[in-house]
């Protein structure tokens, strides 16, 4: 799961998928600026996956880096501008088949400069297609 700053968006779709899959999965999240690095959750990110019953004060978040690609079979983007920056650090078609926007044709918005309701909304959309995104990789298992 891949967002700009790994404070927002990406942590909670990595919560939310995890909670969707068997501990034997591997879910991580990462962003494509180091702003924040080793940096907690933003804290409405936090309060909004608390609400829906789910701990993700423990991430910590981290860069994405060209590593990645070799140690995930799938990536999730957020918005075009993060698929941009994944893309970029893809040395072979392999490691751009594995890269996608994670709405598909349409990008999470970033609730960063938003209230509270950003955030659920956020949740809600992030929930909804982890759900499809769990059912996909146990049928594909």
């Not at 004060?57 to 920056?85: G, P, V």
Request: hydrophobic share 35%; with cysteine; aromatic share 6%.
């Amino acid at each position: 799961m891949v967002c700009l700053g790994n404070i927002c968006r990406s942590p909670l779709a990595e919560g939310i998928l995890k909670s969707k899959l068997p501990d034997t999965f591997t879910v991580d999240s990462a962003g494509t600026i180091d702003n924040h690095s080793g940096k907690s959750p933003d804290e409405r990110s936090i309060a909004a996956a608390k609400r829906n019953g789910l701990d993700i004060s423990s991430q910590s978040s981290r860069l994405f880096t060209s590593e990645d690609f070799a140690k995930y079979d799938r990536i999730y983007c957020m918005d075009r501008s993060n698929l941009k920056d994944v893309l970029s650090l893809a040395k072979s078609h392999g490691d751009r088949s594995k890269v996608s926007l994670i709405l598909e044709d349409a990008e999470v918005p970033d609730p960063y400069w938003g209230v509270d309701q950003d955030f659920d909304d956020v949740y809600k959309t992030l929930d909804e297609v982890c759900g499809r995104i769990a059912e996909e990789i146990q049928q594909n298992a």
